[in-house]
């Protein structure tokens, strides 16, 4: 996946943290797809998970032996701004694994939204 490409928010780790703040027709136009696509799993069952475990991860979501790790940046008020994710080969990034990088993610996320408040447009809006 290459910097700034646009994904679709019905699959992959950080659909699951950004959509943890979407409003109700944004989560119910990921269910239609993943509905569509007969997914196994609901938005609102990886939404809730994220928010249980403080992270969400994905295996072969987006891409057949790719997974991911993603947690919320929060500015330093508590509004969400974003998913801080770290991406690598399902061979690398098992469950044990994906906790480990969590954590890693978690300690760096509020510093990335501490920078970003004081960019100026990010806290502003």
Same mark, same amino acid.
């Given at each position: 996946?290459? %910097?700034? $490409?646009?994904?679709?928010? &019905?699959? /992959?780790? &950080?659909s699951?943290?950004?959509? !943890? &703040? #979407?409003?109700?027709?944004?989560v $119910?136009r990921?269910?239609r !797809?993943?509905?569509? *696509? +007969?997914?196994?799993?609901?938005? @609102? =069952?990886r939404?809730?998970? &994220?928010?249980? @475990?403080g992270?969400?991860?994905?295996r072969? =979501?987006?891409?057949?032996g %790719?997974? /991911?790790v993603?947690? +919320?940046?929060?500015?330093?008020?508590?509004?969400? %701004?974003?998913?801080?994710?770290? /991406?690598?080969?399902?061979?690398?990034?098992?469950?044990?694994?994906? #906790? =480990?990088? #969590?954590?890693?993610? !978690? @300690?760096? #996320?509020? !510093?990335? /939204?501490?920078?970003?408040?004081? *960019?100026?447009? %990010?806290?502003? @809006?």
């Amino acid at each position: 996946i290459s %910097v700034g $490409e646009p994904m679709p928010l &019905s699959a /992959g780790a &950080s659909s699951w943290i950004l959509l !943890q &703040s #979407a409003p109700p027709e944004i989560v $119910e136009r990921v269910e239609r !797809q993943l509905r569509d *696509r +007969r997914a196994d799993f609901t938005a @609102q =069952e990886r939404i809730a998970q &994220s928010i249980r @475990q403080g992270y969400a991860a994905s295996r072969g =979501e987006r891409e057949i032996g %790719v997974a /991911g790790v993603s947690v +919320r940046i929060d500015l330093p008020d508590g509004r969400p %701004v974003g998913a801080l994710t770290f /991406g690598g080969p399902t061979t690398r990034i098992g469950s044990s694994e994906a #906790a =480990e990088f #969590a954590k890693c993610l !978690q @300690q760096i #996320a509020p !510093q990335v /939204g501490e920078h970003l408040s004081t *960019r100026g447009s %990010v806290a502003d @809006q």
